[in-house]
């Protein structure tokens, strides 16, 4: 049973577009949601984080919309360049987990120049 | 300078053997983790730690132990190799002391590990 669901395993946009990443999860008490990026080769790196307190948070070209009733959020990335091609995590974790995050499957993200 | 290394880089190992990977981190962060990496799966986490000498079960222990010699240093070991653990495998530390960088995660680079 995935506790943090990436809808697509990959996603190809066009450079300059926005590029729309969506995440639902399961478990109500979940309230920290960070987004790792991946680039081949190398380790998991954090992105941008949100806490269930807030329903946005924005990072330069990089955002964060959440949803807690419908417990879902999304990344959106703003003017994506080929170099935001990376695989993208949703994750997932509460206040009492101690520092446990659940992670989705990933989408991978190919931008087209 | 990477704070989280892994080592070996890959290995390939024959089914029923003995692997051992290692992590060592420069971070001076209490908390450090195993993760494997599997197509479809995305990470899950196997075991992990928040002091030296002490190792807690993640979601997926079966068929993995760990050990936690130091602060700096965390070991996976897989007692008898089965193809199924056939991933990559990453190791994380993070502070783990409060505050809003305290959840962050930093992972090494990972380790391909084979099993034939």
New interface residues.
């Given amino acids: 049973q995935q506790q943090v669901r ?1 809808s697509s ?1 990959s996603l190809t946009v066009w450079e300059g577009e926005t590029a729309i990443l969506n995440c639902s999860y399961e478990n109500s008490a979940f309230d ?1 949601f ?1 987004w ?1 990026q991946q680039f081949p ?6 992105l941008i ?1 949100i806490r269930s307190v807030s329903d946005k948070k924005e990072d330069g070209r990089f955002t964060i919309f959440f949803n807690k009733r419908e417990k879902n959020l999304s990344l959106h990335i703003k003017d994506s360049q080929p170099g935001d091609s990376a695989t993208y ?1 949703c994750a997932a ?1 509460w206040g009492s987990s ?9 989408t991978l993200l190919s931008v087209k120049p | 300078e990477a704070a ?1 290394t892994q080592s070996p880089r890959s290995k390939v190992a024959v089914t029923g053997g003995k692997v051992t990977l290692s992590c060592h981190q420069t971070n001076n962060h209490d ?1 450090m983790y195993w ?1 494997r990496q599997d197509t ?6 196997i075991h ?1 730690s ?1 002091v030296a000498d002490s190792t ?1 079960k ?2 997926i222990p079966d068929g993995y132990k760990a050990s936690r010699p130091s602060q700096e240093n965390f070991s996976l070991i897989l007692e008898l190799a089965s193809l199924s653990q056939t991933a990559v495998y ?1 190791c ?1 530390s ?1 502070d ?1 002391l409060g505050g809003s960088s ?9 380790t391909r590990l084979t099993v034939l």
């Fill in positions: 990436q395993q920290y960070p790792y080769g190398e380790g998991p790196a954090l984080a995590f974790s101690g520092n446990k995050l659940i992670f989705g499957i990933g | 989280v908390y993760y479809g799966h995305g990470l899950r986490l992990y928040y807690e993640g979601d990453f994380a993070s783990g305290a959840e962050t995660l930093y992972f090494g680079s990972g």
